[in-house]
């Protein structure tokens, strides 16, 4: 890309714990204004965690998160909800009893401008156009597909720069992975939201990316461009194994 980039988000040396485990050892990562991110690795790699330790969710030791130029450590999940950070949670977790509007509406908890909220509201129906037309439907009845939208949609009511996105295709059927890897390059490209995405099948989280870190045992054990994850037989074979990415992070 041509595009010059700024950092936007910075994890520095980041240690965090459940109880007695050591679940991140010092872990190094950025994020660019306007960039597409991808976390890989296996079960209990610390992905997850990880994206838990940048919203808060999870207590960091020892280091530091940096968001925008601000020091974001201690504060509390709101808070850097409000700073321009959302979620789209593992398994989507659309609030199933509401419809898809109030769903929409909870995306902006942290807001109180209330022209500002109608006005995303129209805008995310205008991005969605599926969920224009389900608008009063209960959440719950919708598609897996559709309720991967409103998840993407719900997170963008709050104005994010940047979207954290847990397991985006899981369950989803092959067509329905195209359409929301599809989804995440629209966002990013004609929102101009950077997005960071934990994912487990490599070879399509690191097709839409830029770059993509490796994560196994709570390190990040590599790093580099989407291309050089994806293309590099030698990396493959020193720590990846059988030259085949997707296999060794599955």
């Known amino acids: 890309m041509s595009e010059i980039h700024t950092e936007l988000l910075s994890l520095e040396n980041v240690h965090a714990y459940y109880g007695p485990f050591h679940a991140l050892r010092g872990n190094t990562l950025t994020v660019q204004k306007g960039e597409i991110v991808s976390l890989l690795g296996g079960n209990a790699s610390g992905k997850s965690t990880t994206m838990k330790a940048i919203l808060g969710l999870v207590k960091v ?8 130029g601000r020091d974001i450590t201690q504060a509390p999940t709101s808070q850097r909800v409000r700073a321009g950070i959302a979620s789209v949670p593992e398994a989507r977790r ?59 949609a719900r997170a963008l009511m709050s104005r994010p720069q940047l979207i954290c996105m847990d397991e985006p295709t899981m369950g989803l059927s092959p067509k329905l992975v195209d359409q929301v890897l599809d989804e995440i390059v629209r966002i990013n490209t004609e929102l101009g939201v950077a997005v960071l995405f934990v994912e487990q099948q490599a070879e399509l989280a690191l097709s839409i990316a830029s770059r993509g870190y490796v994560l196994a045992t709570g390190e990040i054990v590599l790093s580099g461009s989407a291309q050089d994850l994806l293309d590099d037989p030698q990396i493959q074979d020193v720590y990846l194994g059988k030259g085949n990415l997707a296999a060794a992070v599955a």
């Open 61 to 68: 030791k020892a280091g530091r998160v940096r968001f925008a």
């Open 94 to 152: 659309v609030f199933p009893q509401m419809t898809v509007d109030e769903n929409l509406l909870a995306g902006a908890f942290t807001r109180n401008d209330k022209a500002g909220i109608a006005e995303d509201l129209e805008r995310m129906r205008d991005h969605f156009p599926r969920l224009a037309e389900r608008r009063r439907q209960e959440a719950g009845t919708l598609s897996g597909g559709e309720q991967q939208m409103l998840a993407f």
